[in-house]
């Protein structure tokens, strides 16, 4: 059913149609039309949900007859907050409609940094602009129903569902999420993206147990699109799985993992400690081997310990019980946002609670990600069974992993407590010790030592114009100080994890990058165009002002082979920050071979090897020390307790610091900032170094580069220095 209603253009008001299509212009009197000046027809498109990260845009283009050439469109979208115009983010990217078609799709992806009020867009025509597609606003409400409007709210989409599934899905969302509104989104497997960055925005993707195998058979693109997101941190809940999770056997079959192996006795013993034995807690329960039940306690939440339980590192039960028995730590202030206080994340310790999760769902890792299968339906007739469900989410590693912020440690448009703790050494930071040096000397010439030469001379009333003309003269000097001891040139400081899986060849990396560049590259930052980049603010960020929160800058983003952050994202003489994560198939690797003098390793990673730790397929552990790419050598064993001591120092010798003087306080604006330490990369790197673990699994490395293998800066010749990079690699 077709609903007309007006918005602003370049002319005055336009009629815009609502159609299965999205909005629609240009519009007669009888509906949708074509553009008297090029015979094409416009539709704009989204519904998906959530607050920040990519939003896909899909845009239709229908010409009134077959085009008897190519014809060159490209489409133009501005979108932010009520002040759009000067703070949104534009976006925009070229597409063809071909000769003999009548039809021409584009998803355009588009990042959002906050809340999204009003938007506008263009199509350019064969590079002419057609005033008949212009709208210059409209609100995203008409655009977009499925919007957050707080962090509180989850995003969701639920895929092949039925009726009664969608309904449990919506009550068990409503559960976990506490006090955030669940929006979801139902789509059929053909209508999801075919690139992760779409799925960026989302909390959590929900599918039947049983139709995951179908979904990978039949829709092998969008599964792997899925699955990419899954593996930087996103959730996948498998719903139905059985009460003896009879349909996990059918999920790592096409997952290509290995048999259901027994419940070990340990397992075992916990749940029945329970006291709710019922036919999950029977002896012949099965799990596949890399499946497990998450421990329900506080420990659970932090981002290392939950890291664990995902990787599946073997670890010392002993030092892990000590671990556990140590009191939790209170929350810094500015560990929690303003915006989130109200939402219960992480509720109160439930003594009464099971020591794991049998009873509800089972874990496994997927990269930096988690998919939860969930044996039952969360909710219930009874309030008590329902707040029961609540508390083991809540005291889970499923709860800092819920909200978009808690998997980054921040958001897109807040201040973060950690910022200063990853800043170029030596670069962006005030001279002050050399300033005081020179306006000490400077008061001391323009003072006394003139006033006494000027009078010995007899040149006294000379001061009236000396003093200003020397005081422009310092300033200046100053200045071309400042400038010069910082350079003109870019630089980049990156701290990275890795996860990169030989056997099938994909990999997803999480790295933050620290730049500050004398004089923004004209070209702004250009990456691949399925890494995501995604904004850390700093306390003294300008979109803290008086009174609160003020502007943000305009960005823009320019899709071609390349996704070309323009304008906006990378300032002159700004220590800025930015989230990389990317997700794709990769050849880099390390060839490891074990011989009868040690391990040979050829370092094919394509950069320079700092140091790697090898636990091989029976157990034996070696160490490699620094290695150019594309180089072997052959190491011999050494005791674990060896290689983690090589490993530790390296993490010991790259912490994260802040500068002299800065004690990471919360902002003087009165919001409480996020922590990039508590995000889910810095969770990763802490699993990896934590003392629990004895190994980290047969056919595993950790190894450790000077660049990341498969992210890049984005920005041509640009010197990194002082960087921590990681791989967890599988062979």
Not at 60 to 67: D, I, L, Q, S, Y
Not at 121 to 137: H, I, K, M, N
């Amino acid at each position: 059913m077709q609903a007309n209603f007006l918005a602003r253009g370049p002319r005055g008001e336009v009629v815009i149609a609502s159609t299965s299509e999205g909005l629609t212009v240009p519009v007669g009197t009888n509906g949708p039309e074509y553009s008297r000046r090029n015979g094409l027809q416009l539709s704009v498109k989204s519904e998906w949900p959530g607050q920040y990260g990519y939003h896909p845009v899909s845009v239709t283009v229908r010409a009134e007859k077959p085009a008897a050439s190519d014809r060159t469109l490209e489409f133009r979208f501005t979108v932010g907050d009520w002040n759009f115009a000067s703070n949104g983010v534009k976006a925009r990217q070229r597409f063809v409609l071909e000769q003999g078609q009548t039809k021409a799709t584009l998803q355009l992806l588009v990042p959002q940094l906050t809340n999204w009020q009003r938007s506008q867009w263009e199509l350019y025509v064969d590079g002419s602009r057609d005033d008949e597609f212009t709208v210059s606003q409209v609100d995203v409400g008409s655009l977009r129903f499925n919007m957050a409007n707080n962090p509180a709210d989850v995003a969701a989409v639920g895929v092949m569902l039925t009726d009664s599934q969608r309904y449990a899905v919506t009550a068990d969302l409503g559960l976990a999420y506490s006090n955030g509104s669940a929006l979801f989104q139902e789509m059929a497997p053909t209508e999801l993206p075919t690139d992760w960055l779409a799925y960026s925005s989302l909390n959590v993707v929900v599918l039947p147990a049983n139709r995951l195998p179908e979904l990978i058979e039949r829709h092998p693109v969008q599964a792997r699109a899925l699955l990419r997101w899954v593996a930087t941190g996103g959730n996948l809940w498998l719903i139905g799985a059985g009460r003896q999770w009879e349909e996990l056997a059918a999920v790592e079959q096409s997952l290509s993992t290995r048999d259901v192996r027994p419940l070990n006795a340990a397992e075992d013993r916990a749940d029945v400690a329970s006291g709710e034995k019922d036919a999950a807690s029977d002896d012949n329960r099965t799990l596949p081997p890399t499946w497990r039940f998450a421990p329900l306690d506080n420990r659970a939440l932090e981002p290392a310990e939950g890291a664990l339980v995902l990787a599946g590192y073997p670890v010392d039960e002993a030092v892990a019980t000590k671990e556990r028995l140590k009191p939790t730590p209170k929350p810094r202030p500015d560990d929690v946002s303003a915006i989130d206080a109200s939402v219960p994340a992480w509720g109160p310790n439930d003594g009464n609670l099971p020591k794991t999760s049998a009873d509800w769902f089972a874990v496994r890792g997927w990269g930096m990600g988690a998919i939860t299968a969930f044996r039952r339906d969360l909710h219930s007739a009874s309030e008590r069974d329902n707040q029961k469900a609540a508390n083991v989410i809540s005291q889970s590693l499923l709860a800092p992993r819920q909200q978009w912020g808690g998997r980054f440690g921040s958001v897109p448009n807040d201040s973060n407590v950690d910022f200063n703790n990853w800043l170029i050494p030596g670069v962006g930071m005030a001279p002050v010790g050399s300033f005081q040096v020179l306006i000490t000397l400077f008061a001391l010439g323009i003072g006394p030592l003139t006033y006494w030469f000027l009078r010995r001379m007899g040149k006294l009333p000379m001061l009236v114009a000396i003093v200003p003309a020397a005081a422009i003269l310092t300033t200046l000097s100053l200045f071309a100080y400042g400038v010069l001891i910082d350079g003109v040139a870019a630089r980049v400081r990156g701290r990275s994890v890795t996860v990169l899986d030989q056997r099938t060849g994909e990999c997803a990396a999480w790295g933050r990058y620290s730049y500050y560049a004398g004089i923004a590259p004209r070209g702004g930052i250009a990456v691949p165009p399925d890494q995501a980049m995604f904004p850390i603010l700093p306390n003294w960020s300008p979109i803290f002002g008086f009174g609160g929160r003020s502007s943000m800058t305009e960005r823009e983003v320019v899709w071609d082979d390349q996704q070309r952050l323009t304008r906006g994202w990378l300032a002159s003489r700004t220590p800025t920050q930015y989230h990389a994560i990317a997700a794709r198939k990769s050849d880099k690797r390390l060839d490891l071979r074990v011989t009868a003098e040690g391990l040979r390793l050829t370092n094919r990673l394509g950069a320079e090897l700092v140091g790697a730790a090898v636990q091989d397929h029976d157990g034996s552990f070696y160490w490699c020390e620094t290695l150019p790419a594309d180089k072997g050598v052959i190491v011999p064993p050494l005791q674990q307790n060896q290689v983690a001591s090589r490993v530790r120092r390296l993490f010991t010798e790259n912490l994260p610091e802040l500068p002299a003087g800065d004690d990471g306080r919360r902002n003087s604006s009165g919001y409480y900032s996020f922590a990039v330490s508590d995000s889910l990369m810095e969770g990763r790197l802490g699993a990896i170094n934590s003392p629990q673990v004895t190994g980290w699994g047969p056919g595993r490395y950790i190894a450790f580069t000077a660049t990341a293998i498969e992210l890049t800066p984005g920005v041509d010749g640009i010197d990194e220095s002082d960087s921590f990079h990681v791989i967890e690699g599988s062979w």
